[in-house]
């Protein structure tokens, strides 16, 4: 993922903290490159079933309200809360109400078997839970009886018609994620389809002379190629369209030519490795001419970072080890994804406490890799190196350790992001 | 979702606490049920990006160790640290080690160029930073030229072999869920296709004769089904396939015939409604002769629940309230999946303080849905009703009150699961 030392090379990674971006400016930058495909307003109407994942493109009101009618919270007897004094009363019973039907109205002095969400007949405005009724079950169909009822508010037992939501209300917000709970709340509007973003289309180069497709035999001193599996599985996670060319050599006309070749079939193209402050990292040297820079953010992994653009598309280049990588995409492309499109979720973040205490370089924000438990603290998985990919395998949070800070103990309070 | 009052109906839904079965004992019954088909063993080898999101069938070993063989953590000059006494000493720089090609063996009083990633070539024990030389860049490949460098321990930025993991060693156990991280690995070891449980397909059954499909005109007294979408998404997003029936009516016979058609075809039937103690509860009814049993969990919502076999297929019917739908799936059967197949992850269980004080009834497990924000509070979405689907769709948590709570206070700890 590096090139050959060179005479005018200049300094490795890292550079002076001052001259080093912050990680929101850069987060900034990438929310800039990717407006335009915003601005574009790609959107699809899609039956709800296609739109699990996908930001919801407008603004949703409810056609109608929820519950649509007022309806019973309960197996009981449907009556007028005037017709039951404090001593309760012996009521008539009348036709039961099955749920779907359309009741009669509830004539004074009558109660209404009636079962959980039917309809609330007009005239009734309370439901008695057939388990305080004397008798405590339903009359045959048909026979003539009686039940006493104890005394009972009005409202008791009835979901009002638009308790949960009034026809008219929002709904759902532009940008909403459409998980389960959002497309079951269109269905029980009766929204049969839904208009959301359009999938972003996302070209992934790996680059690297000594990086080897798995599968195939390992010649000494190569490694296998992980970042194109991480990156290609995490943009899919995300929701990602993933396009793969093959694994670039570090020649830059070869990467140039692979890049070329999808030109106008993609929406932003991701590179890993190439980025650093060598003369011959290969994807410095493929923007050459193009409209792309090359920073440093203050940040541990993932400090150096190429944003751009190739050819009229967006470009992000992401530096060459998997764990950094995978911040990379995780700090700066899926949160500004989240952002602008709905779609994947925001990271759950939350406060945890370090299982053991750490240190960090106090001009960089650190992002080392943790197992949550369920008891609110965090343990670290593995050191602060990018290569270790056995440990991110065994994590299931990125834990952040602010600029400004160079160590924390035990016990201390972190920021974790869930995976 | 319930049929009509009948004369010997018996009780609402509810019965007394010291009948219900504890969530626990239900949640073994659903692992018990669905143990045959773990038993069964059906798995299949993917590539890796077709793996994603399965879980992993059978422990993997590593087949090499990572990184493969001792490279440079940093751009610099590889030495051996007995060349460098404590004032530093200037030693004669050679060819330089580019990133995949294996290195020439390095001479005594030799420094050699080296780039994050290279091969550390025999006789160097560890690596110089560029920026600690003197002059702190590299010399022009081919001049010859010396370089000053300060005392280094050994081992010094030097990625040893198997220090992320060793050949042989475990690299994820037997049950894992295939996430970008996962799958990472894998390629980085090497591993082009990996054994996992094969997909599960449900067969996802609705019911109610007062229940329409979205998208079309709703009749007075009906409501739209929304337990369809919520659960085949829900099921979807966990890694199912879902094959989905008609809306059933509360015709037993109708619902029979719908399920029977697909016997065969599917590994599980869940269905929707009809699980209450009527009489005329279609899916009770649907199931008379079958070896399935409807029970009353201390849960709520979600209390009546059927679990059995139709055909010799397991057989799960949850309650018919969309929230009563989504919380039984969330309770029962997905961490059932989650512990035996390793598909789908499991939820992220966390304490949370209360933002607002609750009741509960004290005799059953509470579910309610909240709003988790990342200072470590939750806010309840909604009241405890079980039609709240906007309530819903606007939470990101359940929040669990257990059996024996009857009210909590503001700032109370209570258990949280993030969706």
Redesign the interface.
């Known amino acids: ?14 550079g002076a903290p001052h001259q080093a971006r912050s990680v929101a400016r850069h987060r900034d930058a990438v929310t800039e490159l990717l407006a335009p495909l915003l601005a574009e307003g790609k959107t699809e109407s899609l039956p ?2 296609d739109a ?2 996908r930001g919801l493109a407008q603004d949703l009101a ?1 056609p ?1 309200s ?4 007022a309806n019973s ?4 007897f449907a009556i007028n809360s005037a017709d039951l004094p404090d001593g309760g009363a012996e009521l008539r019973v009348v036709d ?8 009669a109205a509830l004539d004074r002095g009558c109660a209404a ?7 609330i007949p007009s005239g009734a405005d309370a439901v008695v ?3 305080r009724a004397a008798p ?6 048909g ?1 003539r009886s009686t039940v006493w009822l104890p005394a009972t508010a009005e409202g008791t037992f009835v ?1 009002a018609a638009g308790s ?2 009034a026809a008219g209300e929002r ?2 917000a532009a940008g909403t994620f459409l ?15 839904v208009t959301v973003h359009r999938t972003l289309t996302v070209l992934l180069a790996t680059t ?9 035999p ?1 010649p ?15 943009m ?2 995300a929701g990602l369209t993933v396009v793969r060319t093959a694994i670039s050599s570090d020649r830059p006309e070869e990467l140039r030519a692979l890049l070329r070749s999808h030109i106008g079939a993609v929406d932003l193209i991701v590179t890993t490795g190439g980025v ?1 402050k ?1 003369a011959y990292e290969v994807v410095r040297q493929a923007m050459d001419g193009q409209p792309a820079e090359f920073v440093h953010v203050a940040m541990q992994p993932g400090g150096p970072q190429g944003i751009g653009q190739f050819e009229g598309v967006p470009f992000l280049g992401f530096p ?3 764990v950094s990588c ?1 911040v990379s995409f995780e700090m700066f492309l899926r949160p500004v994804l989240s952002d602008m499109f709905g779609s994947p979720t925001r990271r ?4 945890a406490r370090l299982a053991h205490g750490l240190t960090s370089p106090e001009h960089k924000h650190q992002v080392r890799r943790g197992s ?1 438990r ?3 603290t965090v343990r670290l998985e ?1 050191g602060d ?1 990018s ?7 065994g ?2 949070a990125l834990v952040h350790v602010p600029v400004g800070v160079s160590a924390l103990a035990e016990g201390d309070e972190v ?1 974790v992001w ?2």
Chains 1, 2 share one sequence.
Do not use: C, W
Not at 96 to 103: E, F
Not at 220 to 234: H, P, Q, R
């Open positions: 993922m590096h090139s050959p030392p060179h005479p005018h090379g200049g300094a490795p990674n890292g709800l079933r699990l994942g409810a109608l929820l519950p649509p009618f919270q309960m197996d009981g039961p109400v099955p749920a779907g039907a359309t009741p078997p009636i079962m959980t969400g039917a309809v839970p057939v388990e405590d079950r339903f009359p045959a169909p026979v979901r949960d939501i709904a759902l998980g389960p709970a959002q497309l079951g709340l269109l269905a029980a509007l009766g929204i049969g389809e690297g002379d000594e990086v080897v497709e798995p599968g195939r390992l000494a001193g190569k490694i296998y190629d992980s970042n194109g599996t991480l990156l290609e599985s995490a899919r996670q650093s060598g060459g080890n998997p995978l759950i973040s939350l406060p949550f369920s008891d609110g593995g190196s290569h270790l990919m056995h440990a991110l395998a994590s299931n920021e869930m995976s």
